[in-house]
């Protein structure tokens, strides 16, 4: 199973998370104490991954590099696809090999499966929630992510079905309030992003009597901040087509069908990376 990510080192990741949990560089570490002391070093364990609820799957070939990495001669089966959608009890992977191996890559294996899989439940639900207000606008998450993990977090989204926002601080300006407050008005701060030659602009606006200036300056997308959805309508019938809307903040799964109903093209939702719970997903062994 092969995984590219443009700009993710999976062979770095790998050796990295495994070097943390063994210990490399530290007093006594580089090495399982537990497995190499409890288990023959010519053991064999099979297993199977699955998933204890109903999730959306993503991580498994991030697994299965955890895995080959320490015992390339592994066997893995992999018995379904990131994206999918399974319901609880559902195998995700067999895999025979080395005893040692296949329990000192477990968690590492398993702690990225829970983190993205958990990431990409919320995403489909965040995603059937806003579909019951409006079938058109796009679900966006944002960059409130763990650091170093920011690739693979926007991947799981991906999987759940949300799409990325900017990937960081160097593929779009994002204008906020703090940068208004610098430049001294909407417009001026737009004008001077375009004035430098950025593209694409987003500009983030709280007010009604914002959405003009910024248009008239050269913004790409407005960010429409903290706004109610009678507010939402009326910034999306002032824009009137002009440039792309975005519903941000005080979005949740119960007040987001609303949101997206206003007319908006995107809503974006900060807690489908930063505050997603793992999802429930095990790996037994046994003896072969």
């Known amino acids: 199973m092969t995984f590219t990510l443009p700009g993710f080192d999976l062979d770095r990741f790998v050796r990295e998370t495994l070097a943390e949990d063994l210990g490399e560089g530290l007093p006594g570490g580089g090495k399982d104490v537990t497995s190499d002391s409890v288990i023959p070093a ?128 160097w593929d779009a300006a994002m204008i906020k309030d703090n940068h208004v407050a610098v430049a001294g008005s909407v417009g001026e701060a737009v004008r001077r992003a375009r004035d430098a030659g950025v593209k694409p602009i987003i500009c983030e606006v709280d007010r009604l009597d914002q959405i003009e200036p910024a248009i008239a300056a050269g913004a790409h997308h407005l960010l429409l901040d903290n706004m109610s959805p009678a507010t939402l309508k009326q910034a999306v019938a002032l824009v009137a087509g002009r440039t792309a809307t975005e519903a941000s903040g005080g979005i949740n799964l119960e007040t987001i069908a609303a949101k997206a109903a206003s007319g908006v093209d995107y809503c974006s939702v900060g807690r489908l990376t930063q505050s997603a719970p793992a999802a429930d997903v095990g790996l037994d062994f046994a003896l072969v």
């Open 42 to 169: 010519n053991a064999r364990f099979a297993g199977v991954m699955d998933s204890r609820d109903a999730i959306v799957v993503a991580g498994l070939p991030l697994a299965e590099a955890f895995f080959r990495h320490l015992d390339p001669e592994c066997v893995i089966e992999s018995l379904a696809s990131d994206g999918d959608s399974v319901a609880a009890g559902t195998d995700l992977m067999r895999l025979t090999g080395n005893a040692r191996a296949m329990l000192t890559a477990e968690r590492s294996a398993l702690n990225i499966v829970q983190h993205l899989s958990g990431i990409a439940t919320m995403t489909r639900a965040y995603v059937e929630a806003m579909q019951q207000g409006s079938a058109t606008c796009t679900l966006l998450d944002t960059r409130k992510t763990l650091p170093g993990l920011r690739l693979l977090e926007k991947y799981a989204t991906r999987q759940g079905g949300g799409q990325n926002h900017r990937m960081g601080l």
